[in-house]
């Protein structure tokens, strides 16, 4: 059809026509919000670099969910800061380790919330990576075993899912063998299937106190120039049993979401990370755009593209607001 027959614009004249024939939409079902939590009591702690970001103490992460679950926001993902660091990064898999405590508190205190933790070594590491460290390298057949110890003790403090993001080859396969010999069979993985050695973590490294000592994660972590690799990567997660595929981080690689998303049956998960968010905060603070309209129009991207589920930090203000607080 041609114009004056077809007018694209009958269709938005107000927002009652526009929302009929929205073709995306994200409500805070879609959101999974990251949590930090560390030891200590009463502890709320701002993250400089992101702005309502905080490390917060168990007894202080039993509000936020409580809040979030109020708003409609019903899963988190736990971050930790252990109390010590070592080689190994013992207190990743330690019984009475911080992620471990803080999921038996959660799952006590907040038994509707959702709770999925963050599988990795560089936060317990005292070199910052994200596996055992071999004569200046990471070590990745060493690691696997770490990574699957550390998923298992998160299931057995009571995660309801385990999300790797270490990058090792084979880790998706180690951690479902591991959780179905202890009879997990019900807990799912979410692998961070797609994650690139990207500039915008740096807020986050801040956050956990995760930077690496020496060298960096260009040698497990993907190269921003691919996109087919992309495909590989998450192939073998599916092979391995993986049962959501998510890329990080989400803004700049939302081609990569809606590859993933034609390529595969599987949920795609994308994580809207530190950088992506300080950068719209930065911005609001100084005025340059309206906060709360770019998050809007930015999950939306993220959704549009494919995602079928967001982790980001705006998942609190995002709720509020669709709940018109």
Excluded at 225 to 230: I, K, L, M, Q, Y
Aim: glycine content about 6%; overall charge negative; proline content about 6%.
């Amino acid at each position: 059809m041609m114009f004056p027959e077809y007018r694209p614009r009958r269709l938005r004249r107000n927002e009652t026509l526009r929302a009929m024939i929205r073709e995306t939409t994200v409500s805070p079902a879609h959101l999974i919000y990251p949590l930090f939590v560390q030891p200590g009591k009463g502890v709320r702690e701002e993250v400089p670099s992101m702005p309502g970001v905080f490390r917060l103490s168990i007894d202080n992460l039993i509000k936020e969910a409580k809040e979030c679950l109020g708003l409609g926001v019903r899963h988190v993902i736990l971050f930790g800061l252990p109390e010590k660091k070592d080689p190994a990064g013992s207190e990743a898999y330690a019984k009475d380790g911080i992620i471990q405590r803080a999921v038996r508190a959660l799952k006590d205190k907040v038994p509707d919330m959702l709770v999925t933790t963050d599988v990795c070594l560089c936060e317990y590491t005292d070199h910052g990576h994200c596996g055992v460290i071999v004569e200046q390298e990471v070590d990745n057949d060493a690691s696997l075993e770490l990574l699957a110890k550390t998923a298992l003790s998160h299931a057995e403090a009571g995660a309801d899912m385990v999300a790797p993001s270490d990058m090792m080859d084979g880790r998706v396969s180690e951690i479902r063998a591991a959780l179905d010999e202890n009879n997990f069979h019900q807990v799912p993985i979410m692998a961070y299937a797609v994650k690139y050695a990207s500039s915008f973590y740096g807020p986050f490294r801040d956050a956990a106190d995760g930077a690496p000592q020496f060298g960096d994660r260009r040698g497990y972590q993907m190269d921003p120039a691919n996109s087919r690799e992309a495909m590989r990567e998450a192939t073998l997660d599916v092979e391995e049993g993986a049962d959501i595929l998510m890329v990080k981080p989400a803004v700049p690689y939302l081609d990569i979401v809606s590859r993933l998303r034609d390529e595969f049956d599987l949920p795609i998960a994308a994580y809207h990370v530190s950088g992506e968010y300080a950068m719209i905060k930065a911005a609001a603070a100084n005025g340059w755009l309206d906060e709360a309209r770019v998050v809007d129009e930015t999950l939306l991207s993220i959704r549009r593209a494919g995602a079928d589920i967001i982790l980001t930090y705006c998942a609190k203000e995002f709720a509020r607001r669709y709940n018109g607080g």
